[in-house]
């Protein structure tokens, strides 16, 4: 067993059962004071009648857990249950052995003190033993297994991910080829009235004010330029894709819509506001940045019992969408910027050389909207780079507060 120079990421840490509800100060400072542990296969990690006062939780690889009865239970880094402690009681009434390499981490319980209620609350997701009560101990197994089954899919290369609309993809081609005209590009909008109305009406939003009205498709493209008509058009394609059959999740993927549909509004308006942005792609970027949850709401559909947990549906959606949403935006094809800002749209206190980027503008927008939670305006290094002042956060950005009919025209262009 080795300890590396690696702080876990405080992303990471917000995953664990016992740290969710932590502030986001606290849980910086805690990911400050850790570091990620190694160990070889075969290493034991923790004995029977340990009494250290820390507590255990596996990051990456696999591991053993034996009871004192003997019993047996496998615990994959990729299993829902691995965000909850391994062997918590103390003394303690577990081996646990790595079966290959692992990457760990190890807690001291006075560190983190003052968020015992919050151990106490989670308590009932542990592995302790085998006396969890047995409905909450069968949807961690649906969960354990969705998440078991997306992970199953990937390594297959199996994985169903959504396609991109059919309009949008014809409308990529016919961008792509140099010969393409705006009467060509129009032709294959209007075989979707829908989307055709919206170029329309995009092309005479106020962002063109003071420009003559367009009444044909054919003049809006010529307006918008063949990269904007390109983005708007996958931009309102997308709605399609949050819908779903399932009775039961119809709710779930319309608030996913609606979130995603306020966030893309936000970022938009955020763009023209602070400038050097394409602000058709930035209502883009904040429109795409949780689509990995809408991969793991279709899988869910074959897991009625997660369905009718929410928790454990959300559990589910915040471990997988990060990486789904770069695949996702990856296989369509999307700007590297775009799907930069899918992977990292929560990860609050990122840093990166250069300019400020879409992924800058998408999480001040969340952060606007309340997403953020309890966060240290102060360490959000997004603000910065955008020119904000980290103090507005407190009372809410001043400069989209005072945008509120832009944000709403914003959104208006995203309706049904």
């Not at 609309?165 to 409308?171: D, F, G, K, M, R």
């Not at 990292?344 to 879409?358: K, L, S, T, V």
């Not at 800058?360 to 909207?369: E, G």
Request: charged share 25%; with cysteine.
């Amino acid at each position: 067993m080795t300890t590396t120079a690696e702080h876990p990421a405080t992303a990471k840490l917000r995953q664990l059962s016992t740290l969710r509800e932590m502030p986001a100060p606290e849980l910086q400072q805690l990911s400050e004071q850790l570091y990620v542990g190694e160990a070889e296969k075969g290493t034991m990690l923790l004995d029977f009648g340990a009494t250290d006062d820390s507590t255990l939780y596996l990051l990456e690889g696999s591991c053993q857990l034996t009871a004192e009865d003997g019993k047996k239970k496998v615990i994959e880094h990729t299993d829902t249950s691995a965000l909850a402690p391994l062997a918590r009681l103390r003394p303690s009434h577990y081996r646990v052995v790595a079966l290959g390499p692992v990457r760990y981490l190890v807690i001291e319980n006075s560190l983190i003190q003052h968020t015992q209620s919050t151990f106490e609350r989670s308590s009932s997701l542990t592995l302790e033993t085998y006396q969890v009560e047995e409905e909450i101990d069968e949807i961690v197994e649906d969960e354990n297994r969705l998440t078991l089954r997306i992970y199953e899919d990937l390594n297959s290369g199996h994985l169903l991910l959504p396609s991109l609309p059919t309009v949008a993809v014809h409308i990529g081609e016919a961008v792509s080829d140099d010969n393409a005209d705006a009467k060509q590009v129009a032709g294959l909008i209007e075989t979707d009235p829908a989307i055709a109305i919206k170029i329309v009406k995009a092309a005479n939003s106020a962002r063109f004010g003071g420009v003559a009205q367009v009444a044909t498709v054919t003049e809006a493209v010529a307006r918008l330029g063949m990269r904007n008509t390109q983005t708007l058009v996958i931009t309102f394609a997308l709605r399609e894709l949050f819908r779903t059959k399932s009775k039961p999740l119809v709710k779930r993927m319309l608030d996913l819509w609606e979130h995603s549909r306020r966030i893309a509004a936000t970022t938009q308006v955020l763009a023209d506001k602070v400038g050097g942005f394409n602000s058709h792609e930035a209502l883009l970027a904040g429109l795409v940045h949780d689509i990995g949850g809408l991969a793991v709401v279709a899988y869910a559909r074959d897991f009625p019992d997660i369905v009718d947990h929410p928790g454990s549906l959300e559990s589910s959606i915040r471990a997988l969408r990060s990486q789904l949403s770069g695949m996702i935006l990856s296989k369509w094809q999307l700007p590297a910027e775009l799907v930069t800002a899918a992977k990292e749209a929560e990860n609050w206190y990122r840093e990166h050389e250069g300019d400020p980027d879409y992924g800058d503008l998408v999480i001040v927008a969340q952060i606007h909207d309340g997403i953020g939670g309890d966060l240290d305006p102060d360490k959000v290094p997004a603000l910065g780079r955008l020119g904000l002042s980290p103090s507005e956060v407190d009372q809410g950005l001043s400069l989209l507060n005072q945008a509120d009919d832009e944000i709403a025209a914003a959104k208006e262009l995203l309706t049904d």
